[in-house]
């Protein structure tokens, strides 16, 4: 089914939802298919934009950026075209160094900003969007990361991940071609990120039976079904093809949308998120080059399962009965391998004491009760 009426249906679905939360309504055009980008100047001047901003980096400006700005310019729109050029350590990170440059770039007569890339070139186009009060459409160049359609910027600031309000895309263009092009190892960090829902999935079950969290069902499914749609395509996304690109990033879209319904990135972002999250701190402060979101969460994900599956064997808390069904953790990493991406920490490059420390102090990240907590909280260090 269209992506679009697919939307149309989970509002219909929320507003009838009696979870409790409040269901906020998602109005986002969703254009995927082969050529997309050729979408984007009608779309930008059908809204009656005469100006706008493009934002890519080195890579995606290549991959679609600059083809972008010259569609836009054909169209009689006028273009203003912001590079972001990597740091030291090679990197487009979303910190304070980037939200000036971009700050710089972005003309102040942009009536839209258009982001051409990753996930990290959107979370900064989000935020100085939302800042300066002007909408931006998104243009993601691989399935990396379940972020493009997010509302929250999570960005580093004084060296710490926080996550910052901000704006979601008017609409999203995602190009199969362009994104089938992506070199694999995005494709696979796409894949990553989305394995990790088995984690996160399991650990809003727990937060909602210890630490009386908000929980939506329908929420719950979109995001458990997208998961599934991953598992039963493997193969496909494991090619890079069209068509396994586009079930991929039909699944990071439904992932996303799942949270914007609900406001709360709870469906998609668990222990192995904040896990994650530590890894990527204790890099940036080591001046080390930044690894994938999604290849740190895939990974992080499947040496989780092992710990989450020994707490529903050794605690008698019957919350932990939602840590039951997660796959082994060699299946999760067999799956990671599979697509191309990293599976142990040897191949991401951290040390078993680093992720040791991460595990023991990533729950104290987020206001969240998952079974991190209550392993750290609760269980003695000798039994852990
Ligand atoms: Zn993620
Ligand atoms: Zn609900």
Redesign the pocket.
Known sequence: MDMNKRIARWNEEAAGCTCGSRHHEVRMQICMESGALHKIAPYVVSQGYKQASVVYDDNTGNAAGRKVAGLLLNAGVTVNEVLLEANKAGDVIADEAFIVKLLLGVSNNSEAVLAVGSGTVHDLVRFVCFKMNIPFLSVPTAAS???FTSAGAPLIIGGVKQTFQATAPDAIFADLEVLSRAPQVLTAAGFG?ML?KFTSLADWKVSRDLGQEPFCPLAYLMTEEALESCITHISDIAEGSETGVSILMEALIVSGISMLMIDHSRP??GGE?HISHRLEMDFIEQGRPAIL??AK?GVASALLTDIYRGLYEKETEPAFEAYKQLPQREQMQDWLRVTGGPATLADLDVTESAFQIALATAHTLRPRYTGLTYRNERVSPEMR
């Open positions: 990361v379940d972020g990120d990790g998609a972002s998120h979101h999604g969460v």
